[in-house]
């Protein structure tokens, strides 16, 4: 099964035409050759960007000198508003206390303990599956939303003050566009629209409340062993202090942000490839339906199918399909001189479809993953020391909804959907796949 790829072009585009394309669907603005190219040069009036494919280059930037190379102060600037100091936009010393607190909350370990919490937020959605037509992205942008709530406040999305801040999220993002021109140039003054500004207002607001209760619980020693609950009371080992409650408010804004959005990109993802290819729809509906019979943590790694098919959705449809960094020292990459300031993007979208990299780039064979094959090219969860925290916990994720939809449901294909960028990888007019009770 060849899944479907945005209409790539090989024209050279001008900046305003690019950037019309990047704000609408930066995918099809991609032109053929990057998924050959080790390395590209874009040049704008502003700045330059490398947009980096060459295996060795990105392991110089993500691995061995991730230090030259903090995160962007463009994209940074955009996502302000929403996320404060999170641990997604900061550098440096203060990143650095940020990670020593909350990977603890994500080792192997805590996902077991959330175990029953990502049952249950499955379950529910698959409860909410009517046959018929299906908006799988609203489907999967609900459960997964339901699964950050039970997970991190012990909350289903049904409470008041999670519900309303699902609404505000998805006003948030209704108002955000992908890339901000203030954000991109230097000398403009970063500007949202009214929209984007009272929904950030009204999120924060409503993520304090819930932090705020945690605090009073955590006091009280009634609070519940989730991962605010950790989270908040795991002293920095080097410094033995906690966050305060606006650092906390700005680490469950990115909870909600990088770990809601991009599993629920992965799932429809998933959803649709399994329906496009229907033997390995059976064979992963086989495998879901024995683990629902008596579902353990343990009984996760008895899901191979599923697990393939995860591996293979995360290397075509990669959740975060660009990552931004700045050359913070000069440097030189393939001969070409790389100026203090530069653009550096790693793109996991353009890697994992890289015609050097995988034999049939564009084809949906999760069964490439029995052999092993080899993962320079496959950087999903990104690497080195700023990889997601939540890569174990977004594939149990992954593997538990994918187990109870498909144990109830068999899918077929509506309408091909169009990828596009957004915040992660969505489709242009939404995934729809036909449901029936199996
Ligand atoms: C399929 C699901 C997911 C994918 C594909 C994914 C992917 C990524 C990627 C590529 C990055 C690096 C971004 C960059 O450096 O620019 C990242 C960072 C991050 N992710 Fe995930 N993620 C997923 C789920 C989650 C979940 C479930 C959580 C937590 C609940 C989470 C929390 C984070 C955080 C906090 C960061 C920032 C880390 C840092 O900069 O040090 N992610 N994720």
């Known amino acids: 099964m060849i899944p479907p790829k945005p209409g790539a072009r090989e024209a050279r585009v001008s900046l305003w035409r690019y950037w019309r394309l990047f704000r609408t669907d930066i995918l099809s603005a991609q032109p053929e050759r990057l998924y050959r190219a080790k390395m590209a040069e874009f040049r704008t009036p502003f700045f330059r960007s490398f947009l980096v494919n060459d295996p060795d280059l990105v392991r110089h930037v993500l691995i061995e000198a991730p230090k030259d190379f903090p995160k962007s102060e463009r994209v ?50 698959a409860d909410r599956v009517q046959p018929g037509r299906v908006d799988i992205e609203a489907l999967a942008s609900h459960a997964t939303a339901d699964v950050i709530f039970r997970t991190l406040f012990s909350i289903p999305i049904e409470d008041q003050v999670a519900s309303k801040t699902y609404a505000a999220f998805r006003a948030f993002q209704r108002s955000q566009p992908v890339a901000i021109l203030s954000a991109l140039i230097p000398w403009w003054p970063v500007r949202h629209k009214r929209a984007t500004r009272e929904a950030a207002q009204e999120l924060r607001s409503l993520i304090a409340k819930l932090v705020t209760a945690r605090e009073a619980e955590i006091e009280a020693g009634t609070a519940p062993d989730d991962l605010a609950t950790k989270i908040m009371t795991t002293p920095d080992p080097e410094t033995g202090e906690t966050f305060t409650r606006s650092e906390m408010v700005d680490q469950v804004a990115i909870f909600f942000l990088a770990g809601h959005e991009t599993s629920a990109s992965l799932l429809g993802w998933a959803l649709w490839c399994l329906a496009a290819a229907p033997e390995t729809g059976r064979l992963v509906a086989e495998e879901a339906e024995a683990f629902m019979r008596a579902p353990s943590f343990a009984g996760l790694s008895q899901m191979p199918a599923a697990r393939n098919v995860l591996r293979e959705t995360l290397r075509l449809y990669p959740p975060v399909p660009m990552m931004v960094r700045e050359a913070a020292v000069a440097q030189e990459f393939r001969g070409r001189e790389v100026k203090r300031g530069a653009q550096i993007v790693i793109s996991p979208w353009h890697l ?87």
């Open 352 to 438: 994992g479809r890289h015609e050097n990299a995988w034999d049939a780039p564009d084809a949906f064979l999760p069964e490439r993953w029995d052999a092993k094959p080899a993962r320079e090219a496959y950087l999903p969860f990104s690497a080195g020391p700023r990889v997601c925290p939540g890569a174990g916990f977004a594939m149990a994720e992954g593997a538990v909804l994918l187990a109870a939809l498909m144990a109830r449901f068999q899918f077929e294909v509506a309408e091909t959907p169009v990828p596009v960028a957004h915040l992660t990888t969505r489709a242009r007019d939404g995934i729809f796949l036909n449901a029936a009770h199996r």
């Open 76 to 125: 940074i600037r955009g996502l302000n508003i929403l996320l404060g100091q999170s641990v997604f936009v900061t550098n440096g010393a203060l990143w650095e206390r940020q990670r020593r607190i909350i990977d603890p909350a994500f080792e192997g370990g805590r996902i077991r303990d959330r175990f029953g919490a990502m049952m249950a937020a499955a379950e529910a959605a």
